[in-house]
Nanobody, 124 residues
Framework: QLQLVESGGGLVQPGGSLRLSCANS????????IGWFRQAPGKKREGVAC????????SYADSVKGRFTVSRDFAKNTVYLQMNSLKPEDTAVYYC?????????????????WGQGTQVTVSS
């Protein structure tokens, strides 16, 4: 059973950067596709970025392309979401999720395991 833990959220000014981490202290994440999702107040949870097992491919929502980068460190068993040029509309609780087999990687329903989330607030 995976136990995903996100960290790295916080308050940042527009145009700033944050790096979120998704770690698992038990089983290796190597064989899992990892997705990053976010949920703003009153809105549905949406896919932001994902990375396949083995780091073969990545995918991004149009709203974050060119600003966010997802990566994986196998040695640390951790997946990262580097967020640059942050905007107020990026404010949300960010979640990481994992699944062994994936069809549509930015789809919430595809994922089996979820972290507890970390708050990202972009405000001046």
């Amino acid at each position: 059973q995976l136990q995903l833990v996100e960290s790295g959220g916080g308050l940042v000014q527009p145009g700033g950067s944050l790096r979120l981490s998704c770690a698992n202290s038990g089983f290796t994440l190597d064989y899992y596709t990892i997705g990053w999702f976010r949920q703003a107040p009153g809105k549905k949870r949406e896919g932001v970025a994902c990375i396949s097992s083995g780091n073969v491919w990545t995918s991004y929502a149009d709203s974050v392309k060119g600003r966010f980068t997802v990566s994986r460190d196998f040695a640390k068993n951790t997946v990262y979401l580097q967020m640059n040029s942050l905007k107020p509309e990026d404010t949300a609780v960010y979640y990481c999720a994992a699944v062994r087999r994936i069809n549509v990687c930015l789809l919430v329903e595809e994922y089996d395991y979820w972290g507890q989330g970390t708050q990202v607030t972009v405000s001046s």
